[in-house]
């Protein structure tokens, strides 16, 4: 995976995240973390071959199709990763690139996928994505490093997801 920094990326998540007041129900974090070759480098580090080949795999067994060949993780300046068009961009900030990018690419194909139907018909989009991110916990578990624990408010459903996760894909 390419790690880089792309300036209209950036200001375009700044613009998202200025268009909320809160996130998920959370007051906002507020910050700019800046973007350079050292921080680039520190991703470049963490992502070994082998991290990126597991990845690989268990986003294809997860979702019956493959990441496209020029999938990238931009690298911004704010507090907030998010799913782009473009491909997935994570915060300079996170503690945990691993699980991070691993969490992004899962919204970023989870849009493509049937999943959003099958399984969350009456759900929007953006709190079936973060429902959804719980399986990373079994799928990623040998590479992340702590559980993707999500966001407080959909603690619940991810936990009644996993279940029925669990019990249709065993």
Known sequence: ???????????????????CE????????????????????KFELVWTPEVEKFFISRMSEIFKADLPKNFKCF??????????????SISAST???????CHE?????????????KYFPK??????????TIINNIYFQEIMENQDMGWKKFWKERFNFLKIWIKDNK
């Open 1 to 19: 995976m390419e790690f880089i920094y792309d300036k209209k990326i950036d200001e375009k998540c700044q613009e998202k995240i200025n268009a």
């Open 22 to 41: 809160l996130i998920f129900d959370q007051e906002k974090k507020t910050g700019i973390f800046p973007v350079d070759n050292e921080i680039i480098g």
């Open 75 to 88: 690298l911004n300046s704010t507090p907030y990763s998010m799913d782009i068009e473009e491909g997935i």
């Open 95 to 101: 503690q945990t690139p691993i699980r991070t990018i």
């Open 105 to 117: 690419t899962n919204h970023f194909m989870f849009r493509k996928s049937i999943y959003k139907d």
């Open 123 to 132: 759900t929007e989009i953006e709190e079936a994505k973060e429902i959804f």
